[in-house]
């Protein structure tokens, strides 16, 4: 049983397209956010969710917009995309307010914009 | 800004060895340092987390070490194993926060048989 699941897996698409990346968590977290992981394997937080509403926005260009239709799930959605977006884009989840709940990450979606 | 730094950025070590990862940070709010493990094509898992009140956890080969004046962590993997190899990531989050892990750069763990 996948805990926290991301489709695609694997993403290839041309500059300037909009797409889309779905995720699901099946543990009963409140809590989801989006990671982005570059080339170099940095891990960087863009968004997170909270019993649907948003409460962390890093400084991420306004392309990238989240949605959480309900506390199992959020998507990315990315319009005009570019080169610089390519990189492993992690969905995770958790639970509890701060006290140290372990993240629950996806598999991630590598997404490559040529 | 980086708010914790990770070294070394690449690590071999010989099957039996022990192998260790440091990090440094400098936020004094943060009240929560975990470590987590990537396979490749994976993401990362939760290997083991510390809090500062305490000074080493151990969890089987795993041990975190932390100096609270120092303002440093270290994870010690004994009997490094090949199935070790992976990549490890320090992270700490500020306590009351927003649940917000601030990742180091990760250290790709190499363990030859």
């Known amino acids: 049983d996948t805990a926290v699941s991301q489709t695609p897996k694997y993403l290839v698409t041309q500059m300037g397209n909009d797409k889309s990346i779905k995720c699901e968590q099946n543990l009963g977290h409140d809590t989801m956010y989006w990671y982005k992981q570059d080339s170099k394997k940095f891990l960087k937080i863009m968004f997170s969710?909270?019993?649907?509403?948003?409460?962390i926005n890093e400084t991420v260009p306004n392309r990238f917009s989240p949605k959480s239709p309900d506390k199992a799930h959020l998507n990315l959605h990315i319009n005009s995309l570019e080169l610089g977006d390519s990189a492993v884009y992690f969905c995770?989840?958790?639970?509890?307010?701060?006290?140290?709940?372990?993240?629950?990450f996806g598999n991630g979606t590598r997404l490559t914009v040529t | 800004q980086q708010q914790v730094k990770q070294s070394p950025q690449s690590l071999i070590v010989q099957k039996g060895g022990i192998s260790i990862i440091n990090c440094a940070y400098e936020?004094?709010?943060?009240?929560?340092f975990p470590w987590y493990q990537q396979f490749p094509g994976k993401g990362p898992a939760l290997l083991i987390a510390?809090?500062?009140?305490?000074s080493e956890k151990k969890e089987g080969r795993f041990t975190i070490s932390f100096n609270k004046s120092a303002k440093q962590f270290s994870l010690h993997i004994m009997d490094s194993q090949p199935g070790d190899s992976a990549t490890y990531f320090c992270?700490?989050?500020?306590?009351?926060?927003?649940?917000?892990?601030?990742f180091g750069s990760g250290t790709q763990l190499t363990v030859l048989p």
């Open positions: 992270a700490a989050r500020v306590g009351g926060s927003a649940r917000q892990l601030t």
């Open positions: 510390i809090r500062p009140d305490v």
């Open positions: 995770a989840s958790s639970q509890g307010a701060g006290g140290g709940s372990p993240l629950h």
């Open positions: 936020n004094t709010a943060f009240d929560y």
């Open positions: 969710y909270n019993n649907k509403e948003l409460i």
